[in-house]
């Protein structure tokens, strides 16, 4: 977390000895999710069904070598749905600070 709102590159937060350039975007959508999933708002997190729908999302994107092509709205989109809460929260009457939300903007 302290990385990433640093505003510090996730790939210099990913451990060396797994780091790989041919799916390092895949890593990082990853990492990500995994942010989102340990959010301090309760009701920002996904659902595991959310979570498992985002990662057999990301494996179907696998090209001919086993890389992934998510691009920046392809993340977004991905990770943030059709609006800035996953379904927990589209419901809800709380309303989310910008603080809150610290994944809003990726990569």
Known sequence: WRHYSQGQ???????EQVKD???LEEMIFV???GLKCTSTCPCCRPS??????LLQRCNSLEGPEGA???NESDSVSALLG???HFSSCRNSKKEI???DHIIVTIL
């Open 21 to 23: 350039d041919r799916c």
């Open 48 to 53: 595991m069904k959310e979570v498992l729908q």
């Open 82 to 84: 059709n609006g800035r």
């Open 31 to 33: 990492f990500m999710l």
């Open 68 to 70: 992934i092509d998510l």
């Open 9 to 15: 590159p996730i790939a210099d937060a990913l451990d």
């Open 97 to 99: 600070k910008e603080d």
